[in-house]
């Protein structure tokens, strides 16, 4: 591209990422494409030439979110360039396209071309809304990142799309189906950021345990689960392991039927690999779970808790619940609070159910109200906070490796905040310059949710 064909130099382009990590890591590639072209990245809430909003689709209140931040950087500056991207986009875009509040509507898998199609925008700014989607949605769009928006842990995106088809699940058919990353650019992007001084790195994907097994179909990707062989995610971790400069590798978001004996066995030999474990769970109640199309029972999923437990001391097992999802009824529900006793778990993320249109879940009878809903999602709530304060307090009197992310002046004190590899916050006493090393700390009572617990966001 010569200089006169590049129309973003010296242009303020404000960015706004919504919903999952997978959309984090993106919002941060298409950053640096910005950034490449010699655009000045500024404040999503500042007044910039071009906002580029990351929308997401997961429920009805990321939607009303995803309109809302699209019609406030309209207000922001009329006259900017509004780009809009993202499950939202995908699902939503002859809504969208009538809402005029858009310039450009870009389809999940072109994001990589996003900076690209903005600068062609700004040489002919058209009066009609310009749209760009991918009618393949099977082929991994491939972006990565020389730097990261945080100084400790790098997300790192490695794969995309579902299979699953979750009745109440919109987002296979906005993501596409599943699709990995080459192994060896995961590992060339991790090394890159290692040595750039980044501590961890967090292994993200809208369902992570697909990884690699593309070519696979249904039948053949639960064989291989539940095999010996080949194990496409273990592979990457062992060779994730030996990135010189890295300390610790985290895990998003697990199937649980990827959790057996000789799965586990191997990531337990893998020191960097943190015990932490996000295992959607979505319901405590078989009945639910098969109506939700989940394709394992309860007692599958205890005994994946149990496998964890056995390879590795005290675990942060973390789990996402729906509550109020159609015919729900108390003993459903009340199934799903004993089963959260029954899996101790370290933190559970609560949602109410959303129903979301031409999903099989929409079509149900007996769709609960609102405040049933939320009431049952209170109740819920009571529970976690005991299950997660009883985790976070077995490790009192222990001594933990921390990785300091952040130093704050709180009541005139300097506090170092930082995570275990348990994932676990803690809070002490140290100054800034602790901020991205690992210290080790003696857990007492008083880190316990006294500082951090107000914001502090367990999800991965």
């Not at 429920?59 to 500056?77: E, F, G, H, Y």
């Not at 990785?403 to 100054?431: A, W």
Request: proline share 3%; aromatic share 10%; with cysteine.
């Amino acid at each position: 591209m010569s200089i006169s064909e590049n129309n973003l130099k010296n242009k303020k382009a404000a960015f706004l990422s919504l919903g999952c990590k997978t959309n984090a890591y993106e919002t941060e590639a298409i950053k640096q494409q910005f950034k490449m072209y010699g655009a000045e990245i500024c404040e999503f809430t500042d007044y910039a030439d071009i906002y580029v909003i990351n929308t997401c689709t997961v429920t009805n209140i990321a939607d009303k979110k995803s309109r809302q931040m699209l019609r406030r950087a309209r207000s922001l500056n009329p006259q900017a360039v509004v780009l809009a991207t993202g499950c939202y986009v995908q699902e939503s875009a002859d809504s969208l396209k009538e809402d005029g509040t858009v310039d450009l509507l870009i389809g999940n898998r072109l994001k990589s071309r996003i900076a690209e199609y903005v600068n062609d925008y700004l040489q002919n700014p058209a009066k009609e809304i310009f749209t760009a989607f991918n009618s393949d949605q099977s082929s991994y769009e491939e972006m990565s990142l020389l730097s990261e928006y945080r100084h400790t842990r790098a997300d790192i995106k490695i794969q995309d799309g579902c299979n699953q088809f979750c009745s109440y699940c919109i987002i296979p058919y906005a993501r596409g189906r599943i699709s990995s990353r080459n192994k060896r650019e995961v590992i060339s992007e991790v090394s890159r950021l290692a040595e750039r001084g980044y501590k961890e790195a967090v292994l993200t994907g809208i369902h992570l345990s697909s990884y690699g097994l593309d070519d696979a179909s249904a039948q053949e990707q639960e064989s291989l689960r539940l095999s010996s062989g080949r194990m496409p995610l273990i592979e990457l971790l062992e060779e994730l392991n030996s990135v010189e400069g890295l300390e610790r590798i985290r895990l998003g978001s697990l199937e649980p039927r990827i959790i057996t004996e000789d799965f586990v066995r191997k990531m337990s030999c893998l020191e960097k690999v943190c015990p932490h474990f996000h295992l959607s769970l979505q319901s405590g109640s078989d009945s639910v779970l098969k109506r939700m199309n989940r394709k394992y029972t309860t007692e599958e999923y205890l005994n994946a808790c149990g496998i964890l437990r056995k390879y590795y001391y005290r675990p942060s097992v973390t789990t996402d619940i729906i509550v109020g999802f159609p015919g729900e009824t108390e003993i459903e529900f009340e199934e799903t609070v004993s089963f959260a006793e029954k899996a101790s778990f370290a933190a559970i993320h609560i949602f109410p159910y959303s129903r979301r249109f031409g999903t099989a879940a929409d079509r149900m009878e007996m769709q609960l109200t609102a405040s049933e809903k939320q009431e049952r999602a209170k109740r819920l709530a009571e529970t976690e906070k005991r299950l997660r304060n009883s985790y976070e307090v077995s490790f009192s009197g222990d001594i933990k490796p921390v990785l300091v992310e952040e130093c704050r002046n709180t009541d005139g004190k300097s506090l170092c905040i930082g995570f275990t590899p348990e994932y676990v916050p803690v809070c002490f006493e140290g100054d800034s310059g602790l901020v991205n090393t690992i210290v080790d700390v003696k857990m007492s009572d008083m880190y316990v949710n006294e500082y951090i617990s107000a914001d502090f966001d367990w999800k991965i």
